[in-house]
Structures are given as structure tokens and as C-alpha cells.
């Protein structure tokens, strides 16, 4: 096996996302005689001919009711070479934030695109959204091709649009699949009706993948947000959490933030017993030889390269409350293990899905994606989004109902390149460097010297942090 892949599957609603995971377990055997029964009844019930494979990941009552997705549904798979997590995303707009969250840290994006209707705006926002956060690898599935005869010129027709998008975000050698997810064509096997196509099944363009790693991609120096204070029986005390960035070893000199106060590492342990080194994203427990004052929320880094100290925030920002975000409202900033106050000090700009270029904009309304600064009640330790995923997002809370009203990740928006010209749509994934694409790379200039989010949602992933749900038909 060559190692674990994050998927997202994204697109607008109706493209097939459901019926497309439940296609790929189904040909690769991975749908055990008992679910399959279980799909088998539940389709019955609903009036459907045959199997309904979408129930495969849309399993809540309302989901199959309608024929959509709700909710991130997570489903375990594996192709010959690889094992994957994948994350079935919402389509509809309305739920445009359970995307945001099932993309946030995979290394890869399925992007289904409906031969019938072409490449969507909301299709357009999924793939910048999933840009921003990172996932420079993205393969397209053009479904539903048998309802337009496997037309040659249409799938040129969307392949052309496709290269253009992936050129605007700076895409590393996107694939683009002619298939039917309902038939099965080019899902596991290579259709005949495709004669046209040389390129890979999805299969095998799974399996030839090799995207940068959610969990370890990044340049900082070593991080490690204080989770929990850890008293010792006997008198002492260790801290526990999930080191963010680079390598954490025994003897590195450390630097504990906001306090600035300096210190050496002691140990690093888990339960099974104490390490020579921890690299991210493995949770440990951290002793030092000072006995200075470390609690929740602090910062441990590298006292050779730390991260920046400040009070001043310029971020992009997915929203995703109905009520607009604007100069006059204040928020919780939630990242990593600490939680301040915020005041918006201004909102730059807005993306617009349809041309990818920045416009004037005094707020964000929901499902808009801008740039924004804040002024922080109290200063963060954050590296450019680039640099750091942990370290580099955050979550802005309503303070008043506790709801997350939206992500941030640490750096402005870029202008896309508009040269003409596209990556090679059958070429393997490659794995090296990421062209220029929305989220500026280097550390931005302005009120912060740079900082990258951990992931839309601080440390590891929850299923659903982020309130919210999408549609997606059962085809």
C-alpha cells in the first residue's frame, strides 16, 4: 500500500457525488452481501428500481426522502495500492459550509461535474474553496455522459472549460474522466464507449495520485498548541496535545507564547512510553526542565523560527451565516487551543466564482468568500496558511449563540494568473511544487508578518463542526 489518501468529493447538487462512492465500493467489492441487502431494501421502500447505490454514504431518512446529501458522510475504501477516507460533501449552495468542513483536510478532490449542464458556478466555488484550502490535486469526473450519446465533442467541450478553471486556481495536473456513475463506465473498468478516452479509470487515477499529505504538508518550525495542563501525582507537571508542525524533539530549545519565556524539552511520551522525537499530527505528552507557566491555549514552537505574535489579522474568509459579516459585529476567533475576542476592522474585498477575480465589497454575505481584517482582543500565534494548515486557520464564532458563523485561513486571496494554456488533463498527479494559484503562498504583507491555518477546523477533524447540509440527487 503506498499510504492513506483524504478524499473530498465536491460539485454542484445533482452531479452524482452519492451514486458515484457507491459505485466505486460496490465494482471494487467493498460493499459487504448484508449492506447490500440493506441498500437492496431501502431502495425497494423507495420506489426504486434495482439498487439505489447513493444510499451507500446518504443514510439519514430526510437524505433519501429527497434524494440528497445533508451531511458529510464519511466511507472507508481501497483501491490496489492505496487506502482512503472519503468525505461525501454536500452540493447544494445553502450548504456550501459542510463542503468547507469535508474539504478541509483531504490531500485530494473528486470534482463531479454533470455532462448535461456543464461546469456550474457552484461547481466553480467548490473548486475554489477547496483550492484555498490547499487541495491542489483534483480529479474531474465528467458524469452522466451516456445521457448525451458519450458525445466526443461535449466531453472535449467540458474537458477545455475544466483545464481553464484548473489554470485559474494552479491545479497540479488535474484528470478529467468521461463516465456514468449508474453504469459504472470508466469507474472501475475501462468502457467501451469511450473509445476516444486513453486515460486512467477512476481506479487507477486514485491509485497513481500523489498529493501532499493534509497532516504534514507545510515549511514551519515545529509547533505545538498547549491542550491540556497535566498534574503529576508525585508533584510536577506535563503538557498534553497534537504537535502541529515539524518535529518535536528531546533537548530542542522552545519558546512558550505570548509569554516569551524560553525553556529546553525534558521528554516527549505517549501512553506507550517516552519518544526520542514526535512529528505532526501525533498527540503527546511534553515535560520541560523550567518550572515557568504554561496553561491552555499557550503556544510551545521552535525558539529558532516561531511563529508570528499578533494582534492584527488579514485572512480569508469563507461565510457561512446567514447574517452578513460587517465592520459593526464582533466575533470569538477560535484557533487552535485558544479562543480570543475580534473586532472587524474591515472587509477588503469578495471573490466572484464566475471570473475568480477580486471585487469591492463592504461585507460578506453568506457562502461569499473574502478578504478581511481583524483587530484580535488579545494576540495569536499564527504562520501563513501556506506554511502551516493548524497554525494557519481558524473559526470565527457568534459570541451570542455560540453557532460558527465562519473559516479563516491566515493570507489574502491572490489574483489568479489569466495566461492562457492548461495543465495535461490525463497526466498522473504530480507531486511537486504548487503553481500560483488563490491563496498567496508566501507570508502576506500587511498588519501580519504571515500565518497559515491548521485546517478550517483547528488540529484534527471533526465529523461536522460546522453546522450545516447539502442536496445531492440520488443519480
Known amino acids: 500500500m503506498a499510504g492513506l489518501i483524504r478524499l473530498t468529493t465536491i460539485g454542484s447538487v445533482d452531479d452524482g457525488k452519492s451514486t458515484l462512492i457507491g459505485r466505486l465500493l460496490h465494482d471494487t467489492d467493498q460493499l459487504l452481501a448484508d449492506q447490500l441487502s440493506a441498500l437492496t431494501t431501502a431502495s425497494r421502500r423507495r420506489g426504486v428500481r434495482g439498487v439505489d447505490l447513493s444510499f451507500a454514504t ?10 440528497i446529501t445533508i451531511d458529510v458522510a464519511y466511507r472507508y475504501a481501497k483501491t490496489p495500492n492505496r487506502r482512503l477516507v472519503i468525505a461525501d460533501c454536500p452540493g447544494h449552495l445553502r450548504y456550501t459550509r459542510n463542503m468547507a468542513t469535508g474539504s478541509s483536510t483531504a490531500d485530494l478532490a473528486l470534482v463531479l461535474v454533470d455532462s448535461t449542464k456543464g461546469l456550474r458556478d457552484q461547481t466553480r466555488r467548490h473548486c475554489a474553496i477547496a483550492s484555498l484550502l490547499g ?5 474531474f469526473a465528467l458524469n452522466k455522459l451516456d445521457l448525451m450519446g458519450w458525445d466526443e465533442e461535449v466531453f ?5 472549460e475544466v483545464r481553464r478553471l ?3 486556481l494552479g491545479l497540479i495536473s488535474p484528470v478529467v474522466i468521461p463516465m ?4 459504472g463506465d470508466n469507474v472501475a473498468e475501462r468502457s467501451a464507449n469511450t473509445p476516444y478516452y486513453g486515460g486512467p479509470t477512476l481506479v487507477e487515477a486514485l491509485d497513481r495520485a ?3 499529505s493534509w497532516a504534514t504538508s507545510g515549511s514551519s518550525g515545529m509547533r505545538f498548541p498547549v491542550q491540556w495542563v497535566i498534574r503529576h501525582p508525585g508533584g510536577g507537571r506535563s503538557y498534553g496535545g497534537m504537535v502541529a508542525g515539524g518535529t518535536l524533539r528531546e533537548g530542542d530549545e522552545v519558546v512558550v507564547q505570548p509569554s516569551g519565556e524560553q525553556t529546553v524539552v525534558r521528554s516527549v511520551s505517549t501512553f506507550d512510553g517516552r519518544l526520542p522525537e514526535a512529528s505532526a499530527p501525533l498527540s503527546v505528552n511534553l515535560e520541560v526542565f523550567d ?3 504554561i496553561g491552555r491555549g499557550d503556544m510551545i514552537a521552535a525558539a529558532s523560527d516561531p511563529p508570528s505574535l499578533t494582534s492584527s489579522l488579514h485572512a480569508t474568509v469563507c461565510w457561512f451565516s446567514d447574517a452578513p459579516l460587517s465592520t459593526s459585529s464582533r466575533y470569538l476567533v477560535k484557533h487552535t487551543t485558544r479562543t480570543v475576542g475580534a473586532s472587524v476592522l474591515e472587509v477588503l474585498d469578495r471573490l466572484d466564482f464566475s471570473t475568480l477575480a477580486k471585487s469591492a465589497s463592504g461585507e460578506l454575505v453568506s457562502n461569499d468568500v473574502g478578504s478581511v481584517r481583524f483587530e484580535l482582543h488579545q494576540p495569536l500565534s499564527v504562520d501563513p496558511y501556506s506554511e502551516n494548515h493548524h497554525t494557519g486557520s481558524f473559526v470565527i464564532i457568534d459570541p451570542a449563540t455560540n453557532a460558527t458563523v465562519g473559516a479563516g485561513l491566515v493570507g489574502a486571496p491572490e489574483e489568479p494568473p489569466t495566461a492562457a494554456g492548461a495543465p495535461a488533463d490525463h497526466a498522473g498527479q504530480d507531486a511537486g511544487s504548487r503553481p500560483a ?7 502576506p504583507a500587511g498588519l501580519l508578518a504571515g500565518s497559515r491555518p491548521a485546517g478550517l477546523l483547528a488540529g484534527s477533524r471533526p465529523a461536522g463542526l460546522l453546522a450545516g447540509s447539502s442536496t445531492e440527487a440520488a443519480r
Not at 439519514?60 to 429527497?66: G, P, S, V
Not at 487541495?135 to 480529479?139: G, L, N, R, T
Not at 494559484?437 to 507570508?443: H, I, K
Open 180 to 183: 456514468s456513475a449508474l453504469h
Open 135 to 139: 487541495v491542489s490535486s483534483m480529479i
Open 58 to 67: 446518504d443514510g439519514l431518512r430526510a437524505e433519501r426522502e429527497q434524494g
Open 291 to 293: 518550572d515557568i507557566d
Open 210 to 212: 500523489t498529493p501532499r
Open 166 to 168: 484548473a489554470t485559474r
Open 437 to 443: 494559484g488563490l491563496l498567496a503562498g508566501s507570508r
Open 156 to 160: 472535449e467541450e467540458i474537458s477545455a
